[in-house]
Structures are given as C-alpha cells and as structure tokens.
C-alpha cells in the first residue's frame, strides 16, 4: 500500500473578546458613567503573541460592562496559548487598575447589588476564523449541535453577600436580545435571507447576530467575517476564558475535518435543541437533557446528565486536542471537576466556576466581597491560575490525583503499535476469542441502554448482563450509572437486582470464597443465574470490603463479579454509613465456564 495523500486540519485564528462587569457602589448610574469615560480615554494596553494591541470597547446592550479584546490571534500550541493568556490577563489587570483610579470596581459578571444587574451581564465573545461559506455553514451548525453542553459547562449565576443562586445562565434566562441557533443548509445569500425571515416570524428579530452561534460574525467586536459563538457566559479568570478558547479550536477543526471531506452536521429538531437549552439554562450541569432519538421513534424519550454530555463531548474532540498538543493544565478547569463529580462518592466538587464562587462563600463568607474580587481582577497571576483545581485538590487530593492521570492517559492517547503482519502472517492466531457468529460483548453504556428500555423481559436483561460479562477486566457500572442522573441510575439499579431469594446481606468483608456468606451467594447465582451480595456498614470500612474482593480474585466457576453500587448517605443521627453492591453472574450452563 503506497500512501498517497495525507491531510491535517491546522487551527485557524480566533479573536476572544474577555467580558468584565464594572460596579460603582452607591451610584445609581455611575457604573454607565464610567464605562463611557473609560472608553473616551482608554488606558494603553499590551500587545499579544500576533504584535497586536488589545483593544477595549463597551456595547448599548450591556452599558456596565466591558471587553478586552485580543484582535484575531493564534492558538496552535501550548507555548503560543500560555503567551495569549498572559498578555490578556495583564490588559485586564490594567483595566481593573483605570476603573479602580475612576472610582469604581471591576467584577465578574453577575454581582447582584448592581443598581442594573441586567446592564452588567455579558458572555466572553469567541470569533472563529472561516475560509469559505461551507466551512461557515459547518461549523455554526457544529456548535449549535452542542449547545445546552457548552451553556452547562460556561454559564454563570448571580452572586452576592449571600453566596450564588442556584441554576445555570442568569445572562441566558434573563436575555431578549439571543436566541437559539437555526440549522443552516447554506450560506448562500438567499438562505440566510430566509433564516432571517423565520427568525422574524417566530422571534420578532431579523439580525443573524441575535443567535447562540452568528454565522456572520459579531460587527460591533470587529468580527464581521467570523463566525462568533456567544454560548459562554463571561468567566471569572482568564484561564476559565482560555480553555473554552481552546475547545471552540477544536470544534472549528472538527468542522473543517468534515468540510474536507464533503460531510455535513445532522439537523437536530429545533424543538429538541430548545428544550435542552432551556433545561442547560435553568439547571446548567445538573441539567437532565434529551437525547435525539429521531430514528427510533418507538422507544420512549431518554435522557443524559449534562455531566454526561460534557465528557461525550471530550471524546469526540480529543482527535483535535491532541493535535493542538492540548495539555491537561490548560484542560482541568474545563473536565476535571466534571469527571470528579461524576465518579467519585463524594460531593463538592468544583466542576465550574459557578461551583468555584460557592466554594468559595462556603470556605469563607467574605470570599465574594466585591473588594476581593476586584483585587484579585487586579492581579495577572491571580487571573491565570486554575482555581477549580486548587478547590478540588483541597476537597479530595487522591480523587484530584487519580483525574489528573485520567485526563493525561486521555489527551496522550493510544500507543502507536508497531507493524506486525510478517508475524501474524507466520502465526495465525484468531483476531478474536469469541465463537463464529457471537456478538461482541456489550460495553457498559450500551447495557444501561438495552435495559432503560421498558418492560424488558427477565430472559433479555439475564442475557444482556451475561453479554457483558464476557468482557475482559474489572466489571464496574458505579462510573457509568453516576452519569446517567439519580433518576435513572435508581431506575436502572432495580432493573439489574435480582429478587430477595437471590440477595445474600453480608456484616463484614470477605476473606475468600470460601466464607460462608459467599458460598451462598455462588450457590444462589449458580441455581438462578445471578445473585446480590450487599454490604451496609460504616463509612470508612467501604474501603475494606472493595480491597477484600480485589484480593479474592476471581469467583470459581466461572461467575464473573460486577460492582454495583459503592456510595456513602447519612443514616439517623448524622452517621455516615456505606452501602456495597456487587453482582455475581453465571455463565450460561456449558457455554462460557
């Protein structure tokens, strides 16, 4: 085989537009006052990598707030980035320092004694660069396929004395000037002509620029021939804005990838995509969202965690990250908090920055204070730093750790393995250990899926479970359950435990198979295919009972062990308590011993 061709999609430049509030206290208008004698006299500003200088500028949309912008700038390796970050964060440090010396403060958006709470929320701009019309088309469709993720993971609450209010986007839930994204099958002139007029009939607006995603680009942010996504509510730090800087880069590859090779986004329905906009907007990653199941109408409405629909989306631009040469400081303020809260017992994660500024309230009450804030605005360090990891780290340094380690093996990716066909062309062996004509074992997801169906029948959830125990390794569902939300994943549990016959209440942790609460079990599971051992004992002997099933090793008979459930709750008086589940399954007799 001669390789004939071979094409890699490199990143185009991308302008970020950092969004900040400004806060006058005791002055009804004074903040408006101030943004527009601010930007009379701006103060003078570095220049990026590109040797071009930041810019600020305000908008009659939100009169409290301004944008420092970066102009159009490169983000194509780690070195170049770290440059982009550090002259952003000492323009907004310059900033924060002439709206100090005017008589007011800088903030993060969402300070809710804001006179005009509404005037001072604003979302960091990001401008794509585009080569031609189908790459436009391409990639506005690409991210508003993505919409209620990306709403979950950057939006932004409204904050106070009193700590953070619940839920995802105050900018989102309170706009009349943005909404959702319309699927574009051209950029052809008369297309987005009709795109305007069906905005006009249904949301009273005929500008493109009032969607999540503009396919024309922003005019005011001197981003005309972008396309600019608006989905980001306005971050604390420069590192928060940097990161979603980095997974808008991706995207942009991803739908060049797809431009090159004559593919086109699907077209989920609009009244799917706002059902889950306004789920990410109320509820941000606590949000349930629906899953487009247009081709198989027949089964019911499923959902997914935004949790979930985050780290789905992780997998899917890894490709593009990797040739970013992504690495997993730049990445952690974005997924770590996320795969924490998703896989860990324990709660308090900080999986954005709407969790951080609660952590903070609840560390230190004075924390949100707007002249700490402020001061912190005031400092390029502070800006730069990655705040949600240093939380994390201090909620659970070994769960912290272990997430590292996930995200690096992740953004690493496979090793490259050598070319050995002289070898299997010498030995023969079998590609595959599974009989001519049986199925591949079913990975965890695809389990959960088959049973969320309804009124699945005995037979096929003992059959679907068996076809997941032929997989190799450790059989674990608690990871893939947490990300399916409380709701489903209790749902799914009663699915999978057998019957009171078949569930064996063990006091303390095995020592061998041969204990006689074990040996009950494998009878039980050998007599009807499966059975539950379960575990309710204190907190801290969860430990003790997952290392002992570790050092039994396998079960005899070819039984094959699933953990189920590992978590603690509070029992009465505050007593923290554990529960362990795990599944013993049978093989089918005389088939897979």
Not at 181 to 206: I, K, M
Not at 391 to 415: E, I, K, M, Q
Not at 530 to 538: K, T
Request: glycine content about 8%; charged content about 25%; aromatic content about 4%.
């Amino acid at each position: 085989m001669t390789l004939v061709a071979l094409y890699r999609s490199a990143p185009l430049r991308q302008r970020i537009s950092k969004a900040y509030s400004v806060y006058v206290p005791g002055h009804g208008r004074g903040a408006e006052e101030l943004v527009g004698s601010l930007l009379a006299g701006p103060p003078p500003l570095p220049a990026g990598p590109s040797g071009q200088p930041h810019t600020v500028r305000g908008s009659a949309r939100a009169r409290a707030a301004l944008w420092v912008d970066t102009g159009r700038v490169s983000l194509h390796d780690p070195t170049t980035r770290a440059r982009t970050a550090e002259a952003l964060a000492v323009s907004v440090a310059r900033v924060a320092a002439d709206v100090r010396r005017r008589g007011g403060l800088l903030l993060p958006t969402g300070w809710q004694q804001q006179p005009d709470p509404l005037a001072g929320l604003c979302a960091d701009l990001h401008s794509a660069e585009v080569l031609n019309p189908v790459q436009r088309e391409v990639f506005t469709n690409l991210v508003r396929e993505h919409t209620a993720s990306l709403i979950a993971l950057g939006g932004r609450q409204l904050y106070g004395p009193g700590g953070v209010a619940p839920g995802g986007s105050a900018r989102l839930s309170r706009s009349f000037d943005q909404v959702s994204t319309r699927y574009l099958d051209s950029c052809a002139p008369e297309h987005l002509e009709r795109v305007r007029t069906r905005l006009r009939q249904e949301e009273r607006v005929g500008r493109l620029e009032v969607m999540d995603v503009s396919p024309l680009g922003m005019p005011e942010a001197q981003a005309g021939e972008d396309v600019t996504v608006r989905l980001f509510d306005a971050q604390v730090t420069v590192a928060g804005t940097l990161a979603h800087a980095l997974l808008v880069q991706a995207l942009s590859m991803w739908s060049r990838d797809l431009e090159r090779t004559g593919r086109r986004v699907r077209q989920v329905p609009q009244f799917l995509l706002e059902q889950n906009r306004a789920r990410a907007v109320a509820h941000g990653l606590a949000a349930e969202l629906r899953v487009d199941q247009t081709r198989r109408t027949e089964e019911p409405p499923r959902t997914q965690s935004a949790g979930r629909a985050v780290r789905t989306l992780l997998s899917e631009l890894l490709p593009y990250l990797r040739q970013l040469d992504a690495t997993t400081d730049e990445l952690a303020p974005l997924f770590l908090g996320v795969e924490m809260a998703g896989s860990a017992a324990a709660s308090g994660f900080v999986r954005n920055e709407n969790d951080l500024l609660a952590h903070w309230h609840r560390e230190d009450r004075t924390a949100l204070a707007p002249e700490r804030l402020a001061q912190g605005l005031a400092s390029p360090d502070w800006l730069t730093a990655d705040h949600c990891g240093a939380s994390n780290r201090a909620v659970g340094h070994g769960s912290w750790a272990a997430a590292r380690v996930w995200l690096t093996d992740r953004l690493a990716g496979p090793a490259p393995q050598p070319d050995r066909r002289h070898e299997a062309q010498r030995d023969r062996r079998p590609e595959s250990r599974r009989e001519p004509g049986r199925p591949a074992p079913l990975t965890a997801d695809q389990l959960l899926d088959r049973l969320a169906r309804p009124d699945l029948p005995a037979p096929e959830v003992m059959d679907a479970l068996r076809s997941y125990c032929r997989a190799g390794g450790t059989l674990d569902l608690t990871r893939p359950l947490r990300s399916r939300g409380r709701d489903e994943a209790r749902a799914l549990r009663r699915v999978l435990r057998p019957r009171a016959g078949q569930r064996v209440r063990c006091e303390k942790p095995p020592v061998s198979w041969d204990d006689a609460t074990a040996t009950r079990a494998l009878r039980a599971a050998g007599e009807q295919g499966v059975a539950l051992m379960h575990w309710d004992l204190p907190a801290q002997d969860r430990a003790r009972v997952r290392e002992a099933l570790r050092g039994m090793g396998r079960a005899p008979g070819g039984v094959r062990t699933v953990l189920l459930t590992d978590t603690n709750y509070t029992a009465r008086e505050d007593e923290r308590r554990g529960t362990v589940e795990v599944l013993l399954v049978a093989p089918r007799e005389g088939t897979e011993r």
